[in-house]
């Protein structure tokens, strides 16, 4: 079967997601920018933590399926599961900011980007194996950013029992590795006409 529904499903699912998460930021009691600051200042940095992630995740699925052509079950199940594990991004968002970063709540985040990262190799991996998966193997090549996402989520987990707040320079600097633009997948496109 062709991609298009499964493209589609799941950029319904990233934009509900997305509308969950901003539904959860508060409007400050009063019109003042202590309140402001109050209010938002943890709510405002998590949510935006976690918009980027899905942003990022939507963006690479994107650009898997401008080279995938094809999906079996096997893709529509992995692909399934990736969303179950960003779906959970607005509880833990949530969680992480209510317990203003405490520490099993920036674990379970911590656990939550890990799921995703894992799910995220797993659908690479079932693509992989389908008839037209060998060119986005070539197109991928070394796939350093994913190699290193997980080891760096494990250490942001790691670091999160001994000071919640540390356990975030990880999980934001993951972010950070992926917001630079991957042009693999354009530059193949290109090269092959």
Known sequence: MTTNRLEAFSDGVLAVIITIMVLELHVPEEPTWHALTDQVGVGFVTYLLSFVYVG???????????LVEHADGLVLW????????????????????????????????????????IAYFLLQ???????????????????WKGKWSPVLYLCGIALAF??????????????????????????YLQAQG
């Open 78 to 117: 992995a692909n399934l599961h990736l969303l179950f594990w960003l779906s959970l991004f607005p509880f833990s968002t949530a969680w992480l900011d209510d317990s203003k970063v405490a520490q099993t709540p920036t674990v379970v985040y911590g656990i939550n980007l890990l799921g995703a990262a």
């Open 162 to 187: 001994v000071i919640p707040w540390l356990g975030l320079v990880p999980f934001t600097a993951v972010a950070l590795i992926w917001l630079v633009p991957d042009r693999r997948v354009e530059r």
């Open 125 to 143: 991996q079932a693509v992989f194996r389908t008839k037209s998966g060998g060119r986005l193997r070539d197109a991928l090549g070394g796939d």
């Open 56 to 66: 990022i995740y939507w963006n690479n699925h994107h650009h898997m399926f401008q």
